[in-house]
């Protein structure tokens, strides 16, 4: 069974850090991009990242840009993001998504759970 799990997210202070991992089974990570989405209270989930199959090509919503950094391990069948310099307006829940394609800006077949993170002092 295809499946995507987020790593526990948490509480941490403005301008702390933390690494989000999203784990895949039951198929293999390689061919696929994968996003990272969040969506904070009362609004919609938007995309905020997305790396490539081969980790060649990354993109990041201006929001994030400079502070966050998406990563991969194929051989660990697993994709990070790495989040520096939280702020508040940083609390959402965080999905990882499968893509249906090697590129990003396709559709996205397949959704983690989600993992809270909330960045507050």
């Known amino acids: 069974q295809l499946q995507l799990v987020e790593s526990e997210g948490g509480l941490v202070q403005p301008g702390g850090s933390l690494r989000l991992s999203c784990a895949a089974s039951?198929?293999?990570?390689?061919?696929?991009?994968i996003g990272w989405f969040r969506q904070a209270p009362g609004k919609e989930r938007d995309e905020i990242s997305c790396i490539s199959a081969s980790g060649g090509s990354t993109n990041y919503a201006d929001s994030v840009k400079g502070r966050f950094t998406i990563s991969r391990d194929n051989a660990k069948n697993t994709v990070y993001l790495q989040m520096n310099s939280l702020k508040p307006e940083d609390t959402a829940v965080y999905y990882c998504?499968?893509?249906?394609?090697?590129?990003?800006?396709?559709?996205?077949?397949?959704w983690g759970r989600g993992t809270q993170v909330t960045v507050s002092s």
């Open positions: 039951g198929f293999t990570l390689d061919y696929y991009a």
């Open positions: 998504a499968k893509s249906s394609v090697a590129l990003c800006g396709f559709e996205y077949t397949h």
